[in-house]
């Protein structure tokens, strides 16, 4: 049967009372956000229920005031509270904390008076968050900058931020390169972006602003409702990093490991909450090196402040990125058995299976010991996901070494893998090895090891066909015809629900296991436990 579907724009505030208001009467709406940031909503109408529920809308307008906006074909509604505003847009490249910057970069201008615009060609504030991890995102970053450029050429009075990792790592001289970037912005000034683009409207004087180690932290925004209408949200509990592994550039492009006080953590994820997040992903290059000590409370590391979130009202689920095997310690191992909200599922990087080459990287942990951590995690939580980063071809990586890479993967069978093809970056000490391996050789062995991986998540797919599952309900599919989530192991499942809300988490069986989703079927409504309404889609 068609579902119909339409699309609003509302104030970003009213976004989870909207929601929650239109999704009480009874499957009659499944309401989606389908972009936060310009507080676009997706109404998604069970068949033959739209009048009744635009009646909705219109009571909701007439009696409460709510601004709710149909968008038109025709073009972006004017929005009368946005309407003068000068209007900015963020160009995001790059890792989780990445974005967790640019949300606090736009968090920043909107306070300062800036309103998000839809696409940057109507933005006067352009900001291209970048990443150097690997070459290919340099490039990435390069390119994008190119298009910003033209288009500040176009409107010189537009104001250009070039911002975060290649920022950082080419500093000042980004402004003699290229004439348009008016700010070059460092990792750890974002929270100074709106003051610093104010002095360029005023002044028109260019700046690079790209202090690393004298930089105060990261401070919790909260009241403005930015993430109202989300399901998942992060919060960046440490910045920087202090392992120096040979190939990476993050040292020096984020700066010493800086953690973040518990009180203003756990603010941040209380803000979170209030505004109707049901996930919290807490980030960080090596979290587990957390550590806090100025409090009156005593210490806390990153297992204890795990305990103090795990108990917050109104979380479903915790998540944390990234862990070094070299500092995943007991306590954090006991928390998989203990935390009734922390997700069975972690991201593990090794890197390499060769003690040669892990040594060669700088790692501080053996083959062996990454196997033990992974044992006693199975230990703790049996039925524990393990993702993990990998790369091929490290200077010095015989086909030897890559065996014993590929050995590993066979062993711990991941449930997925993200690998990379190594990657000279200026200025690290890898870069400066010899024997390094050819570019062909790299693709080779990249292709022989996720052709590996492939198969084995798939088999770890199928194998949950017939089981049952709890996702957390995110939105309308890739295809908008089912209902899309996680679960707890973070995987993706597509189904179809008449009665789930976004934000729920609902009981689902596997029907189909794929090698990058799962198909099920909601055990919710087969059960009739909510109602009798025609499927959506
Ligand atoms: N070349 C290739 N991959 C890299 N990574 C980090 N630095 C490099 C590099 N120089 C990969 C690592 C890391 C992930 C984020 O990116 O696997 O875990
Ligand atoms: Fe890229 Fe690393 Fe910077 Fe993240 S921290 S944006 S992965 S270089």
Redesign the pocket.
């Known amino acids: 049967m068609e579902t119909t579907r339409r699309t609003f724009r509302v104030k970003r505030k009213d976004i989870h009372y909207i929601r929650t208001t239109l999704e009480s009467y009874d499957g009659m709406a499944v309401v989606g956000t389908r972009d936060p940031y310009r507080a676009l909503v997706e109404v998604c109408f069970a068949p033959g229920c739209e009048t009744q529920v635009m009646n909705l809308i219109r009571d909701l307008k007439r009696t409460e005031g709510l601004s709710i906006k149909e968008e038109s074909r025709k073009g972006p509604p004017v929005d009368r509270e946005e309407a003068g505003r000068p209007r900015f847009a963020v160009l995001t490249m790059g890792?989780q904390m990445n974005v967790y910057d640019s949300d606090y970069a736009s968090r920043c201008l909107i306070r300062a008076g800036y309103a998000p615009a839809s696409d940057p060609e109507d933005a006067k504030v352009l900001v291209v968050n970048t990443c150097s991890?690997?070459e290919k995102a340099e490039h990435k970053a390069f390119s994008t900058l190119g298009r910003m450029a033209a288009l500040k050429r176009r409107d010189p009075t537009r104001v250009l931020v070039f911002a975060g990792c290649v920022a950082q790592q080419e500093g000042e001289a980004l402004l003699k390169r290229f004439p348009e970037v008016d700010i070059v912005l460092g990792t750890r000034r974002i929270p100074h972006i709106a003051e610093l683009v104010n002095r360029v409207r005023e002044k028109r004087e260019r700046v690079a602003s790209v202090e690393l180690e004298s930089a105060g932290l990261l401070r919790a925004l909260s009241g403005d409702h930015y993430f109202s209408g989300r399901v998942q949200g992060s919060i960046t509990i440490m910045q920087g990093c202090n392992n120096f592994?040979s190939?990476?550039?993050?040292p020096y492009v984020r700066g010493r490991e800086q953690s973040r006080s518990p009180v203003q953590v756990v603010a941040e994820a209380e803000d979170l909450l209030e505004q109707g997040v049901r996930e919290i992903m807490l980030l960080g290059q090596n979290v587990n090196s957390y550590f806090w000590d100025e409090g009156p409370g005593g210490p806390v590391d990153f297992s204890a402040l795990l305990r103090l979130l795990d108990d917050l009202p109104g979380l479903a689920r915790l998540r944390f990125t990234?862990s070094h095997p070299k500092d995943l310690s007991d306590a954090l191992i006991r928390c998989f058995h203990e935390l009734g909200h922390l997700c069975g599922h972690i991201h593990l990087?090794f890197?390499a299976g060769s003690d040669r080459i892990l040594k060669r990287m700088n790692r501080r942990y053996t083959r062996e010991h990454y196997l033990d951590r992974i044992r006693l995690l199975r230990e703790a939580r049996p039925d524990v996901a393990v993702t993990a980063?990998?790369?091929v071809g490290f200077p010095g990586e015989t086909r030897k070494d890559f065996e014993e890479t590929l050995d590993l993967v066979r062993t711990v069978r991941f449930d997925s893998l993200?690998s990379?093809?190594?990657?000279?970056?200026k200025g690290?000490a890898?870069a400066a090895f010899d024997e390094k391996v050819d570019e062909q050789e790299k693709r080779a062995r990249l292709m022989e090891l996720q052709a590996l991986q492939h198969s084995i998540t798939l088999e770890k797919n199928q194998a949950l066909e017939g089981r049952e599952v709890e996702v957390l309900v995110e939105g309308a599919s890739k295809k908008g015809e089912q209902l899309t989530g996680r679960t707890e192991c973070n995987k993706v499942v597509n189904f179809v629900c008449n009665s789930c809300k976004i934000g729920d988490i609902v009981k689902v069986r596997i029907s189909k296991g794929y090698a990058h989703s799962l198909q099920a079927v909601d055990l919710t409504d087969s059960e009739g436990a909510h109602m009798d309404h025609a499927h959506y889609g």
Not at 420 to 425: E, M, Q
């Open positions: 890792c991890v690997r592994c190939y990476c550039i993050v990234t990087p890197q980063d990998v790369m993200y990379f093809k190594y990657s000279d970056r690290t890898a």
